[in-house]
């Protein structure tokens, strides 16, 4: 299956739920004031937020009135233009060399399994990569990411468990910096958004990467649960006034029908989503494509 092949595989529940809506809407109502109320109720039923629906129909309202178009094939491409429009309120993420990402988010989210899929897929184009086990709270966390890196066939950096977590990325980064290494992925502990003691390790982590390595890139990504849809808005929210998030790895796509939160992310937080995982594989990860995405939903 080609890369954009497992985005639609994990877009169907999402396709599927949003398609079969529209096909009843376009059978049962003229394009007419009803029709838009029917629509925004449908985009609300895939996950994306009340203020981003309403946004959408309010323009594709005005849109199909000024040029005075009912025609179906054209509305579905105009809706589909003002979901691309909002997922363009998010930039275009590029990932430049040396890098180092660190990857948080709230327990049980599927940052590990991420790490060991993301450290692959760089791996397999040709980077060298290193992973740094500073989750050394949870018990057999570091040895479960040994597992991923194994299989990657990257190189992994740990300590003992209940090690501080900012001495480990620490000994890390002292060690990419020697081997030149390409990519440092930082695994860190999962952590309720609500425990600010937490928060301010992620803090005093951030801080040793921006102080010992300036001349790499440095990203925060937050991993987030696909099928949590539109409760994942509050935990960017609050990672990213925190310690700034530079975009999203989105989990469990294919698990959900509630694909259409990513509109609403990208519209009202400005945040990019950088990498979507597609399966249960090690492959099962890919660069996030706006156009692929929603020509996935429709």
């Known amino acids: 299956m080609g890369l954009f092949g497992k985005l639609f595989s994990a877009l169907k529940k999402t396709k599927d739920g949003l398609g079969e809506k529209l096909r009843v809407l376009f059978a049962r109502d003229k394009i007419g004031e009803d029709f838009y109320e029917d629509l925004e109720d449908i985009l609300i039923s895939s996950d994306i937020s009340?203020?981003?629906?309403?946004?959408?129909?309010?323009?594709?309202?005005?849109?199909?009135?000024?040029?005075?178009?009912?025609?179906?094939?054209?509305?579905?491409?105009?809706?589909?233009k003002q979901i691309k429009d909002c997922l363009d309120m998010a930039d275009d993420l590029e990932i430049n060399f040396p890098a180092v990402i660190m990857v948080i988010g709230v327990n049980g989210v599927?940052?590990?399994?991420?790490?060991?899929?993301?450290?692959?897929?760089?791996?397999s184009k040709g980077k060298s990569v290193t992973i740094a086990a500073a989750d050394t709270f949870?018990?057999?966390a570091a040895n479960q990411l040994e597992v991923w890196a194994d299989r990657a066939k990257v190189r992994i950096v740990k300590s003992a468990e209940g090690s501080d977590p900012s001495a480990v990325v620490f000994d890390a980064l002292s060690?990419?910096?020697?081997?030149?290494?390409?990519?440092?992925?930082?695994?860190?502990?999962?952590?309720?958004?609500t425990k600010s003691n937490l928060m301010e390790e992620l803090k005093k982590m951030s801080r040793v990467v921006e102080r010992e390595y300036p001349q790499a890139e440095f990203y925060k990504?937050?991993?987030?649960?696909?099928?949590?849809?539109?409760?994942?808005?509050?935990?960017?929210?609050?990672?990213?006034?925190?310690v700034g998030i530079d975009g999203i790895i989105l989990t469990k796509l294919d698990g959900t029908a509630k694909g259409g939160f990513v509109v609403s992310l990208c519209n009202e937080l400005q945040v990019p989503v950088a990498f979507v995982g597609t399966g249960e594989k090690i492959e099962d990860v890919e660069l996030f494509d706006k156009d692929a995405f929603v020509d996935g939903i429709f």
């Open 50 to 80: 009340v203020a981003t629906a309403d946004e959408i129909v309010e323009n594709l309202r005005d849109r199909m009135i000024s040029e005075k178009v009912k025609d179906k094939d054209y509305v579905i491409n105009e809706l589909k």
């Open 110 to 123: 599927g940052k590990t399994t991420s790490i060991g899929k993301i450290a692959a897929y760089y791996a």
């Open 138 to 140: 949870r018990a057999a």
């Open 175 to 193: 060690s990419v910096k020697a081997k030149k290494t390409d990519l440092l992925i930082i695994d860190t502990a999962g952590r309720l958004h």
């Open 221 to 242: 990504f937050i991993a987030l649960d696909a099928t949590t849809g539109q409760n994942a808005l509050s935990q960017v929210e609050v990672f990213d006034d925190a």
